[in-house]
């Protein structure tokens, strides 16, 4: 039995492109004979091309006859007539041409090594070249250099994936995600590729001097850390070594708490370290600080004339933040407050007393020292951390708290805001908190008390500085003794 060879069916008539029906030899819609479709052309992937004669003197060569130009444009104004040399060339990326470079390297003879002079051109222009190019031909490369095929290899993944990671990155100096560690952080504090927030510089800060140390977070429920703090030394006129440490804490239902409590230690840091220089009693220079500091929070208030009028989202309560500060200046100890931050004595021997150094300036405590209530029930009381003292231009008045101490012991002094000492609260423990090694690891130290925070829950921003004091020891007695 004879079989005849098969046509493949076909999806669509050539004629009107309607599919046919399976099994039909002429097309239902307009009758194409379906019988008849040519043969599918070979596939050839590889073509040939032929480079083209370089000049009308070759062999065979045809010249191309273009149209004639207008000598004019519709306003009768003579075509502009431009020479090839009169417009620079530029390459792909928009860089002009070395022309002078290219002819060189065109009539250099093959072989002739890099910057040798070039050899006589014949007569006529250079020799034409017939070898046919080859996409897929991987000649090697002193072989593509003179037969004019091009080595189109396959691209090594590794330099593609370093490539391709250098193009990723972002540019020298910008930020990189915290998340996806990939993407661009725009101005906004956003990454281009993940969309995640990044951390404020705000949000954790730490630095450590000599003789003190200091640690900042935004904790785990604020947006944002409305804490601040400033560590330095400086020399007294005798050039004894005098230490300072300010941390503010800015009031959260204030209109911009952090720019308060950045003003406020800044200010006050400043002040301390002009008036220890000249001599001014570390007392005197305490309480002057914390004037210096009301004063720059209360130029925050002051708005530019017609800044801001017709805007109704603008808060109307002036900026505020509290304020507390230990200086250490030859044997004495003097701390200075506004507000509810505290300041602590840890002795090194921690089987001796440990001690709180401030009062605070709550509902609560004024509650206790009015004999209303116990501490247990004032600060169990829903207004206990209501404040009755602040730096702001609405404060009622402002009052700030000096002591000075001579302690006979060393110890460390812990200056921090009520986000650390909300999970510590007494002396004892503080004390407990504190990591046995701190008075020779300060920095350390507070990072350990910030964490203590965080693992407390975090409810607030958390700040704490470290002051180590050395003394000699001079016997059983008091931790501190107030001057």
């Not at 850390?225 to 804490?249: Q, R, W, Y």
């Not at 300036?361 to 209501?386: F, P, T």
Request: charged share 20%; glycine share 8%; net charge negative.
């Amino acid at each position: 039995m004879s079989q005849s060879q098969q046509q493949p069916a076909l999806s669509k008539c050539p004629g009107c492109e309607e599919p046919p029906a399976a099994g039909d030899l002429f097309c239902g819609a307009c009758g194409y004979d379906l019988s008849a479709v040519p043969a599918r052309p070979g596939d050839r992937p590889t073509m040939a091309i032929t480079v083209p004669p370089a000049g009308p003197e070759a062999a065979g060569a045809e010249a191309v006859r273009w149209p004639a130009a207008a000598e004019t444009d519709s306003s009768d104004v003579p075509a502009p007539l431009h020479r090839p040399s009169d417009l620079p060339g530029t390459d792909s990326g928009g860089r002009p041409l070395a022309e002078h470079e290219q002819v060189q390297e065109q009539v250099r003879e093959p072989g002739a090594p890099v910057g040798s002079a070039p050899g006589p051109e014949p007569l006529g222009g250079p020799e034409p070249s017939a070898a046919a190019v080859r996409h897929d031909d991987r000649a090697a490369p002193d072989v593509a250099e003179h037969s004019g095929d091009f080595a189109l290899a396959a691209p090594d993944p590794r330099t593609a994936e370093h490539a391709a990671a250098a193009a990723a990155a972002p540019a020298a100096g910008g930020k990189v995600c915290v998340a996806c560690r990939s993407g661009r952080v725009d101005p906004d504090g956003y990454c281009e590729n993940c969309g995640h927030a990044q951390p404020r510089e705000r949000d954790h800060m730490e630095q450590e001097l000599d003789a003190v140390a200091a640690v900042s977070d935004r904790g785990l429920r604020h947006h944002r850390n409305e804490d601040s703090f400033a560590v330095s030394s400086t020399a007294l006129p005798d050039g004894s070594p005098a230490v300072v440490a300010i941390v503010c804490d800015g009031v959260s239902s204030a209109s911009r708490p952090d720019e308060a409590s950045a003003a406020a230690a800044n200010a006050a840091n400043e002040s301390l370290l002009e008036s220890l220089a000249r001599g001014t009693h570390p007392q005197q220079a305490m309480h002057e600080a914390i004037v210096a500091a009301s004063e720059a929070v209360n130029a925050l208030a002051q708005e530019p004339a017609g800044a801001m009028e017709h805007d109704a989202h603008r808060h109307q309560n002036a900026p505020a933040c509290t304020l507390v500060g230990a200086v250490m200046a030859g044997e004495l100890l003097i701390v200075g407050w506004v507000g509810d931050s505290r300041v602590y004595w840890v002795p090194q021997d921690r089987t001796q007393p440990t001690a709180r150094l401030t009062e605070d300036d709550s509902w609560a405590a004024q509650m206790v020292a009015a004999g209303l209530m116990n501490e247990a029930e004032a600060y169990a009381d829903e207004r206990a951390h209501a404040i009755t003292g602040w730096l702001g231009a609405d404060a009622y008045e402002l009052e700030p708290h000096t002591a000075a101490f001579k302690p006979d012991r060393p110890g460390l002094v812990v200056v921090c805001t009520d986000g650390l000492w909300n999970y510590a609260e007494s002396a004892e423990e503080m004390a407990a908190a504190v990591p046995a090694d701190a008075q020779e690891h300060p920095l350390r130290g507070a990072q350990v008390l910030v964490g203590h925070a965080l693992d407390g829950g975090g409810h607030d921003n958390v700040t704490v500085a470290l002051l180590p004091f050395a003394v000699r020891p001079q016997g059983a007695g008091s931790a501190c003794e107030t001057v």
